[in-house]
């Protein structure tokens, strides 16, 4: 239970500075010298987890998965913590794998962002900054045009299985 515990107060810590550290790297100034380099990839591939600049991987990266265990320190084993470091890797990947695994356990999260959460992201540049949780995307608002172009989705789906 501890370790289950942890790892949730990491996936917390972590969404929170990598959605607004993500948010930040979309401001024009930001973005044209150091996000551009990620979003060279239009359409989600692992590669593009890791494509990024220096300054990007480290707000991105270091800074939002590191946080959680530092904040415990001492109360955080060093097993919880490669757990969690575990645990972030495989969100990079599958975030950025183009596919939604429909046995993933991320999935079970409440506001999971799942592959095409994430696809949006990319194809569109534009909103769905968090790693885990839409949770922060639901309080700044950068999220509404995925749902726009979920209803417009599900609409044109409508419209075929009526021809």
């Not at 500075?17 to 100034?29: D, P, R, V």
């Not at 044209?32 to 890791?50: D, E, F, M, P």
């Not at 575990?86 to 409440?110: D, T």
Request: some cysteine.
């Amino acid at each position: 239970m501890t370790i289950f515990l942890t790892v949730i107060f990491c996936m917390l810590v972590d969404d929170i500075l990598f959605t607004l550290g993500h948010w930040l790297l979309h401001q024009k100034i930001l973005y044209k010298r150091v996000h551009k380099l990620h979003h060279t990839y239009v359409q989600t591939i692992c590669i593009a987890g890791s494509y990024t600049h220096p300054l990007e991987f480290f707000l991105g990266v270091v800074l939002p998965t590191s946080m959680g265990p530092k904040i415990l320190g001492q109360h955080c084993h060093i097993w919880t913590a490669f757990c969690w470091y575990f645990i972030r890797a495989l969100e990079g990947i599958e975030g950025h794998s183009g596919y939604e695994f429909s046995w993933s356990p991320l999935s079970l999260l409440p506001l999971a962002n799942l592959a095409e959460y994430h696809d949006f992201h990319h194809s569109n540049n534009t909103g769905n900054y968090s790693s885990f949780f839409a949770l922060w995307d639901i309080v700044l608002g950068s999220n509404l045009d995925f749902f726009k172009h979920l209803k417009e989705k599900k609409r044109i789906k409508e419209k075929l299985k009526l021809t």
